[in-house]
């Protein structure tokens, strides 16, 4: 799942110690099929828009007041309906009706026991691999919590974490570059004053050793500036990057500067999905409503961070993709950006073959330091799963039916 983020004050203690934007092509998109790989070009202009959809509150976790969540929680459907939730050293299932099943795991570091349950990828077969945070780990599980297959960490090069994306039905994984780390020691790609991160996107075999590597593409924009008197690669306000997501069989990958996705099915480039979209420059109340987000995510270490950023280029177009998210029929969903302080994003949903499909706004939810992060968690059947803040200010889960 697109979809990655981290407690704001961990991650910038961490730093300091070392949409398809106006896409209105429901008719005649440009297709090139030639080698078979399908390129679709979607004007910026059209007589005509995709349908629009609306979804429906099936349940929401908010009444499991005594099961907090995290903010980085991850949730998937299971071909039953059922929704897998995963909750630092345990998982919570939960039927399609929003009852609670039982819990799987508890804290540990054998098999089936986690320290820190992070991303939710759901297989072709019906597994369930979870990855944790901090050790890379990697366990396959089946929906009854019998573990499959473990692989302790994907390898790669000194400095560097990997970001897994989709789990093959082989036990491959395809993965990047965690994009998502607030300081990295490593350069990115030099582009005037700003750098930005290299996301490949990795072929690893079953022991996770990577054998292959599909693509390249530009990662997280960021600049060299001083925080806390020491240098830092911190990302920029609005910063662009590469958006991505997995399900099944299905991987999507694309830079967010504008609509130019890539979808491969295992390891076979599919589709080619670009789209036309005007630049929009970042204005000064954009930039205010920034810092106040960043004050109020957290106060802490508002102040130095923000001064830091101060000293950084701004970039020279706000992002036109906010995230992308897969679903159970590898349909791509891509999600507008959205600014701090915007409260509504608009997703576009196109088929495997780049067709529009329909449109539908949903509760937004944004961080503003670290972009990529989707409210939208999961998609499957008819059915979506959202990350919401409560009145309280606490993480909750909302699970929606989608009327076509």
């Keep these: 799942m697109t979809r990655r983020c981290y407690l704001l004050t961990a991650s910038l203690l961490l730093a300091l110690g070392a949409?398809?934007?106006?896409?209105?092509?429901?008719?005649?998109?440009?297709?090139?099929?030639?080698?078979?790989?399908?390129?679709v070009h979607l004007e910026e202009r059209s007589e005509r828009s995709p349908p629009t959809w609306e979804s429906d509150l099936v349940f929401s976790t908010e009444p499991y007041d005594s099961l907090p969540l995290a903010n980085f929680a991850e949730?998937?459907?299971?071909?039953?309906?059922?929704?897998?939730?995963?909750?630092?050293?345990?998982?919570?299932?939960?039927?399609?009706?929003?009852l609670l099943l039982r819990r799987l795991g508890r804290r540990g570091d054998g098999p089936g026991e986690f320290r820190g349950a992070f991303h939710l990828l759901i297989g072709s077969d019906s597994t369930?691999?979870?990855?944790?945070?901090?050790?890379?780990?990697?366990?396959?599980?089946?929906?009854?919590?019998?573990?499959?297959?473990?692989?302790?960490?994907?390898?790669?090069?000194?400095?560097?974490?990997?970001?897994?994306?989709?789990?093959l039905a082989d036990g491959r994984t395809l993965a990047t570059y965690w994009q998502a780390?607030?300081?990295?020691?490593?350069?990115?790609?030099?582009?005037?004053?700003?750098?930005?991160?290299?996301?490949?996107?990795?072929?690893?075999?079953?022991?996770?050793?990577?054998?292959?590597?599909?693509?390249?593409?530009?990662?997280?924009?960021?600049?060299?500036?001083?925080?806390?008197d020491e240098p830092a690669r911190l990302p920029l306000r609005f910063a662009r990057g590469v958006a991505y997501d997995g399900r099944g069989s299905a991987t999507v990958i694309g830079l967010t500067d504008s609509l130019n996705l890539s979808l491969y099915v295992d390891t076979t480039l599919v589709l080619r999905l670009t789209g036309s979209s005007p630049a929009v420059q970042p204005s000064g109340d954009m930039i205010a409503e920034w810092e106040r987000a960043v004050r109020e995510a957290d106060p802490t270490v508002a102040q130095s961070y923000i001064r830091a950023i101060r000293t950084a280029p701004v970039?020279?177009?706000?992002?036109?993709?906010?995230?992308?998210?897969?679903?159970?029929?590898?349909?791509?969903?891509?999600?507008?950006?959205?600014?701090?302080?915007?409260?509504?994003?608009?997703?576009?949903?196109f088929s495997s073959t780049g067709v529009p499909l329909g449109q539908l706004d949903l509760p937004a939810w944004t961080d503003p330091i670290f972009p990529g992060r989707s409210e939208l968690l999961d998609v499957a059947g008819d059915r979506l799963v959202l990350l919401r803040i409560s009145p309280s200010g606490e993480p909750v889960l909302e699970v929606r039916a989608v009327r076509h």
Aim: hydrophobic share 45%; aromatic share 6%; proline share 7%.
């Design 315 to 349: 970039v020279s177009a706000l992002p036109v993709v906010g995230a992308v998210v897969l679903d159970d029929q590898a349909n791509i969903w891509v999600g507008a950006y959205v600014a701090p302080g915007q409260s509504t994003r608009q997703w576009r949903i």
């Design 75 to 98: 949730a998937g459907f299971l071909p039953d309906g059922s929704l897998l939730v995963s909750r630092f050293t345990e998982l919570l299932l939960f039927d399609p009706a929003g």
């Design 19 to 39: 949409c398809v934007a106006s896409a209105d092509t429901h008719q005649g998109p440009e297709v090139t099929d030639t080698t078979e790989i399908l390129s």
């Design 181 to 228: 780390r607030p300081n990295r020691s490593i350069p990115g790609i030099g582009i005037g004053p700003i750098e930005r991160d290299s996301a490949p996107l990795m072929v690893y075999d079953s022991t996770g050793v990577s054998t292959d590597r599909l693509g390249l593409w530009l990662g997280l924009e960021r600049a060299q500036v001083r925080l806390a």
């Design 128 to 167: 369930v691999t979870v990855t944790e945070f901090g050790s890379g780990r990697l366990s396959t599980l089946r929906p009854t919590g019998e573990v499959v297959r473990i692989v302790p960490r994907l390898r790669v090069a000194a400095e560097m974490a990997v970001d897994p994306i989709t789990i």
